[in-house]
């Protein structure tokens, strides 16, 4: 069902490829109350087992975890992230190879916690008989008393991945984008646009991450209000049939400092097979062939969604920082050379990037340090003669990253 690429030395592996005959796997995101790291981290690993176990599916399963450990500006997260290795590699310590993993250090996560994660599985094609069918879409299982733990994608099914989406602003000159509750309304009513754009609904959703940031309280205390993201959320479905898919969230710097303090992406599963990529008609304009089919705006350097064709392989891609360079721009350069060489490892190259996700260890200069990452993304994607291919982007200001690193890029490719 899937390959995985180790990585020499590392706790993780390097990639994992994913055959399009398996039943893909997306869950929540699993907290680990524990104030020890170690300790959390295994309670949120044995959470995962455990409702991967009640949908008939195996750790060995696993292909990528993300994890979000609390952490501190300028904090060296070296315990930190041994304990978590620790952990990690005892949850895997089965498998043949471990999967793929990005880490990053966040500001605050729901419940207190001090460790989340989340997870995508390749099961056997199998898997589907174990679970329930959604009933919104003939495509989309859970697990009956989990259904907002995991979703399960039918083998050979179509996806869609969007951006990370911004607020808009409030209407009226100098209102600002709002609380969070009005600001998550305005996203989610955004992504629900693109999900009509595609001839899809919310019933449709296979995976939701919303990325929150805290506000400096009158006190001077910076809080994150999860509450009022909750009541958005829930909103938004309290109309709907469809059962909320599994949702994964944290909290970090984000674009606080522009007043946007939330950003929001969407996975969905087409309910027809072959998706958008073949017209009811031959020849008919609009259609398309291949593996991905982007769009956006022509004027953006990134696609605001992409479809993802049945038979697409799919490899996700660990996070990858550098330890050299000092400025932001040297260590993203160097990290998506280093990405590159792990994609040239498994035959694919930067046209086959689909998603790409990058966590910026901000310092002191905001403007300025994205700007450096933004042009450093620019010599790789959207380029007229090196790659014009667009992928979907999330670019998320975090609290701290291993090792003091300024930015982590981590990437999902598609391959025939």
Known sequence: MFKITPLQGAAYSAAATVDPMATLVFTKSYAGLDKNVGAAARDAFDALASDLKAAGISMESVVNVRGYLLAEKGEDMGERMADWSEAFSEAFAENEAPPTRTTIGVASLPEGATVSLDAVVAAPAAAVANLRESGANSRVFWASDRRESLRAVRPYSSLLITSGVLADGLPGEGNGFGSMAEQTASVLAK???????????????????????????????????????????????????????????FSAPGFSTTGRIVEIEFYAAFPDAMGPFVPNTPGEEGSRDGLAWREGADSSFLSRSVAVARDAKLTWFAGVIDREESAIYGQAMQSLLTLESRMAEVGLDYPNVVQLRAYLNIQDNFGMEFGEWNKAYRRFFDHPKLNPEKPVRTAFPIEELPAGALIEVEALAVSY
């Open 191 to 249: 992504l629900d646009a693109t999900l009509r754009d595609w001839g899809l609904n919310r019933g449709d959703l296979v995976f939701v991450r919303a990325m929150l940031s805290p506000v400096e309280s009158e006190e001077g205390a910076r809080e994150t209000d999860f509450a009022g993201f909750e009541g958005a959320w829930k909103g938004f479905w309290e109309r709907t049939l469809a059962g909320t898919p599994p949702l994964s969230v």
